[in-house]
């Protein structure tokens, strides 16, 4: 555990110690949203209604706003980074470490969250707040958020870990990186919310854990009328938690079986 917080540290000192690429967000993600305040008063007004499947305007205009903040709460490159190492010749390095490689990447993902958590959420939440204030948030919607979006960067982490194993067959996983992306993008409601989706495709929404990533943390923190019971909230934790266990199973016996194969190249 000490190394694991140490490893925590040292990337921690490395990502603040370059924080410009954190920052720019400042200047597009309010951008961003001054375009989604236009688009969405014009569609409520178009339509006239003040709801559209059950989100009001300020929910719909904090929906996609909120999709930005789940990204930096839970991005992490560990599907790129073990690619890398494959490619450059480091893997051979990288397994003669006294931490684990999966351990190593998860102290990097943290750090790296928690850099982009201090550096891109907090002042933009700051003014986005000032620019189009959040009148649904409470404190306990808020609470709640949290809880599920920690669970969801577990999820997201293990997502890219064992696409990153792929690497171990492959050398260069791009193509899989790129499909997995796109699938989390569409299948976990950051394109569109889920509710937009047809029936069927939503079925398979949730039988997959995209969503969980995506768009439960999302509407929890727009304090959607689908997620202010307590069962709602224990029911999407218990849901994130078996599929936590069921991806670091997948890890763990994806890493034995293909570490015996593993191709060490360019170093």
């Known amino acids: 555990m000490r190394i694991f917080l140490k490893a925590i540290q040292m990337n921690l000192k490395m990502f603040i110690a370059y924080p410009?690429?954190?920052?720019?967000?400042?200047?597009?993600?309010?951008?961003?949203?001054?375009?989604?305040?236009?688009?969405?008063?014009?569609?409520?007004?178009?339509?006239?209604?003040?709801?559209?499947?059950?989100?009001?305007l300020s929910q719909m205009i904090w929906y996609y706003a909120v999709t930005t903040f789940v990204w930096v709460f839970t991005f992490n490159f560990a599907d790129r980074r073990m690619a890398n190492y494959i490619l450059s010749g480091q893997m051979g390095t990288m397994l003669l470490r006294p931490m684990s490689l999966f351990r190593f990447e998860l102290a990097n993902a943290i750090a790296l969250r928690i850099t982009g958590v201090?550096?891109?959420?907090?002042?933009?939440?700051i003014v986005y707040w000032l620019m189009y204030p959040p009148a649904f948030l409470t404190w306990t919607s808020f609470g709640k958020f949290l809880a599920i979006i920690a669970m969801a960067f577990c999820l997201h982490f293990l997502i890219n870990y064992l696409i990153g194993l792929s690497a171990l067959i492959t050398q260069n996983n791009g193509g899989v990186t790129a499909v997995k992306g796109a699938l989390v993008v569409l299948l976990g409601g950051s394109l569109i919310p889920l509710d937009f989706l047809p029936g069927w495709l939503q079925r398979i929404c949730d039988a997959l854990p995209f969503k969980y990533i995506f768009y439960e943390p999302i509407r929890f923190f727009i304090n959607h009328p689908d997620t202010?019971?307590?069962?709602?909230?224990?029911?999407?934790?218990?849901?994130?938690?078996?599929?936590?266990?069921?991806?670091?199973?997948?890890?763990r016996a994806v890493w034995a079986l293909l570490i015996k194969k593993v191709v060490v190249a360019g170093g």
């Open 228 to 251: 202010q019971s307590g069962s709602a909230f224990v029911q999407v934790l218990l849901i994130q938690l078996a599929w936590i266990l069921g991806l670091y199973a997948a890890c």
């Open 118 to 125: 201090l550096f891109e959420f907090v002042p933009n939440m």
């Open 20 to 56: 410009k690429g954190f920052a720019i967000s400042i200047i597009i993600f309010p951008f961003v949203l001054l375009l989604n305040i236009y688009l969405f008063k014009s569609i409520y007004a178009y339509n006239g209604t003040s709801h559209i499947k059950g989100y009001d």
